[in-house]
């Protein structure tokens, strides 16, 4: 058996620049781009830890986030404004997973299939997210 090496090119090309498209993620549902909500959960301080290892012992908790705060993210690769770097950095694979329609995290996805509890990587103020399909 052959392979006609053309079209095989043809259709990898075309699948390729269907994946590098803009919105290529779409909703089963009606088309539209698949959207995560990103929502502030809890915001923790461990000054005993900020004490004995940080530079500033009294930093105290995130100084971006705040508990009821709210994001949509639509990618992994672009960080809404107003977002921590640092934590975006952490949870992005997450949001992979949710954008990509993946329902293995090893227990720490909602009932429903459409959420995850996650964290930033911050070990002296953690700040805990839900992220969820919109």
């Given at each position: 058996m052959s392979i006609d090496r053309r079209r095989f090119l043809k259709i990898?090309?075309?699948?390729?620049?269907?994946?590098a498209a803009p919105?290529?993620?779409k909703a089963s549902t009606g088309g539209?781009?698949?959207r995560c909500r990103i929502t502030v959960l809890r915001c923790h301080c461990f000054s005993d830890?900020?004490?004995?290892?940080?530079?500033?012992p009294e930093s105290g908790s995130c100084p971006?986030?705040?508990v009821g705060d709210t994001f949509e993210a639509v990618s992994s690769r672009d960080?809404?404004?107003g977002?921590?770097?640092?934590?975006?950095?952490a949870i992005a694979p997450e949001i992979d997973r949710l954008l990509g329609g993946d329902s293995e995290c090893g227990g720490c996805r909602a009932a429903s299939g459409r959420g995850a509890i996650t964290c930033c990587g911050d070990g002296t103020r953690p700040v805990?997210?839900?992220?969820?399909?919109?």
């Open positions: 990898a090309g075309l699948a390729a620049l269907a994946g919105g290529a993620l539209a781009a698949r830890l900020q004490s004995a290892w940080l530079d500033e971006m986030l705040r960080c809404p404004r977002f921590c770097e640092k934590a975006w950095h805990i997210f839900h992220v969820e399909l919109v």
